[in-house]
T-cell receptor
Framework: DAGVTQSPTHLIKTRGQQVTLRCSPK?????VSWYQQALGQGPQFIFQ???????QRGNFPDRFSGHQFPNYSSELNVNALLLGDSALYLC???????????FGDGTRLSIL | GDSVTQMEGPVTLSEEAFLTINCTYT??????LFWYVQYPGEGLQLLLK?????DKGSNKGFEATYRKETTSFHLEKGSVQVSDSAVYFC???????????FGQGTRLTINP
């Protein structure tokens, strides 16, 4: 039973570029949440998708956007990258919006 | 707003020592409480959870009790092992588990 899978594992971009990160939820899960984890910090909630709609959003600018597909997989897009966007981006899935979240290993994004 | 405060690390113990990692929270309503563990280079793994006051979550020898009167959810283990070395995050779930708010994490190192 595959867990939450994220791609790519690592990514290097330059300021001003755009990036897309991908997530496949655990089998049987329909809800996907995205978190940003800066070095040495706890994860910060970006947003959550359920039934292909954004259900909740954290305190992140509109440069951060997402999408959920009919197969429940999800993408996180970040436009106009800033140096401060360098972080580990974690995807988490759950069986519904009210169940414990299971995390992937993350995508390490570095901005030069 | 909702927040989680963990004891500052790093924490270094000898094998078989008793472990306590303190966690207190501030929240409106009745959140669910979680402990997650993060091993080097990996995402977060759910360690244990409690959904209401006086619930005790337990897993792999770790325990934590949801104390509403002291707004705490301290993590304990009677005898730690080298393999317990990791970063531990306390988190609260808004509206159950829809949005997780994390503490800053506590790095634990167990020496043989």
């Amino acid at each position: 039973d595959a867990g939450v899978t994220q791609s790519p594992t690592h990514l290097i971009k330059t300021r001003g570029q755009q990036v897309t990160l991908r997530c496949s939820p655990k089998s049987g899960h329909d809800t996907v949440s995205w978190y940003q984890q800066a070095l040495g910090q706890g994860p910060q909630f970006i947003f959550q998708y359920y039934e292909e709609e954004e259900r909740q959003r954290g305190n992140f600018p509109d440069r951060f956007s997402g999408h959920q597909f009919p197969n429940y997989s999800s993408e996180l897009n970040v436009n106009a990258l800033l140096l401060g966007d360098s972080a580990l981006y974690l995807c988490a899935s759950s069986r519904s919006t009210n169940q414990p979240q299971h995390f992937g290993d993350g995508t390490r994004l570095s901005i030069l | 707003g909702d927040s989680v405060t963990q004891m500052e690390g790093p924490v270094t113990l000898s094998e078989e020592a008793f472990l306590t990692i303190n966690c207190t929270y501030t929240a409106t309503g009745y959140p669910s409480l979680f402990w997650y563990v993060q091993y080097p280079g990996e995402g977060l793994q759910l360690l244990l959870k409690a959904t209401k006051a006086d619930d005790k979550g337990s897993n792999k020898g770790f325990e934590a009790t949801y104390r509403k009167e002291t707004t705490s959810f301290h993590l304990e283990k009677g005898s730690v092992q080298v393999s317990d070395s990791a970063v531990y995050f306390c988190a609260l779930g808004i509206q159950g588990a829809q949005k997780l708010v994390f503490g800053q994490g506590t790095r634990l190192t167990i020496n043989p």
